[in-house]
């Protein structure tokens, strides 16, 4: 839901471009929004919506995180948190809609993210159900123990990425690493860590681990997941146990635009159907041949 106030309000006004505006209208308006201002979204859906780049996304991404404080975005749960949706939608309670906002805060894996949304939230009896939904364990108020603390975009220890800075994600390792052990992984961040720790990749390679993960949403693979699997499975059966050799097989698959597992076993499936070039086992005789139609006489020109 919009409030026709959105256009007059002062950050909007002065701060977002008209950009930021498109962007945030989307945010509000999008068919994964719920009641309570927290839903899933990745950002290459919001990509496929907008028809931007991932690349696009995740820059808007780090300006309303960082620059507007106006949301907060788990990339483990890949769970995106309006800062004001309490305060520009939740004024009216009642029975049918509490049972509504229960429903849903039940599905909430990240309860940091509904004491976030709890904040700005003006009626006391919905903000006193918010509240009762929030578990504040040490690791979670490590990760937002100020204000402007955030999840990172793209959880990586790659210092080279144009959208990460380096010292963000030294401040943010920490917390990246506990969120590896918690329970509220997806599952299929669940299954590919446990095939790294269990295949030998190495059990304490964090960086590793969260490059790999992150092929989960910045990849073009429709079944990321699978398809990560796969690569992984192929690289142990090389012995080849190291991310650069992972990478380097997806990434391959990307430039042959196979983008699920199945495209990939056919596509390797007619790879070994080709049939090789074959020498050929004809026998020539020796020497230059000799017509058929030419009769040759060995007695000719000599007299006996």
């Not at 950002?43 to 949301?71: C, N």
């Not at 504040?136 to 975009?153: F, G, L, M, N, R």
């Not at 146990?241 to 380097?248: F, P, Q, S, T």
Request: proline share 4%.
């Amino acid at each position: 839901m919009v409030r026709t106030d959105f256009w007059k309000n002062p950050i909007a006004l002065e701060e977002m471009t008209p950009e930021d505006k498109y962007f945030y209208l989307y945010l509000l308006t999008n068919s994964n929004t719920t009641q309570i201002g927290i839903y899933r979204m990745t950002k290459k859906q919001m990509a496929f919506d907008l028809g931007y780049s991932i690349e696009t996304v995740q820059s808007l991404m780090e300006r309303f995180i960082e620059h507007h404080k106006l949301i907060r975005y788990n990339p483990i749960t890949r769970e995106l948190a309006i800062k004001n949706w309490g305060k520009d939608n939740l004024q009216k309670g009642g029975k049918p809609v509490m049972d509504c906002m229960k429903t849903e805060l039940k599905d909430v894996e990240d309860t940091s993210l509904i004491s976030y949304v709890a904040e700005a939230i003006t009626k006391e009896e919905i903000r006193s159900l918010y509240e009762s939904f929030c578990k504040h364990d040490v690791e979670k108020e490590i990760s937002h123990q100020a204000d402007d603390d955030t999840y990172p975009d793209n959880e990586s220890d790659e210092v080279d990425d144009p959208f990460i800075p380096g010292d963000k994600v030294l401040r943010q390792q920490p917390s990246v690493e506990n969120n590896l052990e918690i329970e509220d992984q997806t599952q299929d961040v669940k299954e590919i860590v446990e095939f790294w720790d269990h295949n030998g990749f190495g059990l304490s390679n964090m960086n590793g681990k969260q490059q790999l993960l992150s092929w989960l949403e910045n990849s073009s693979f429709l079944q990321p997941k699978e398809v990560i699997l796969k690569a992984m499975a192929i690289a142990c059966a090389n012995n080849k146990r190291k991310l650069n050799y992972v990478v380097g097989i997806l990434k391959n698959w990307e430039n042959e635009s196979l983008l699920t597992a199945r495209e990939i076993d056919s596509y390797h499936e007619n790879q070994k159907s080709v049939p090789k070039n074959k020498h050929s086992t004809e026998s020539f005789p020796a020497g230059r041949a000799i017509p058929d139609e030419v009769n040759l006489d060995l007695s000719a020109g000599e007299d006996w």
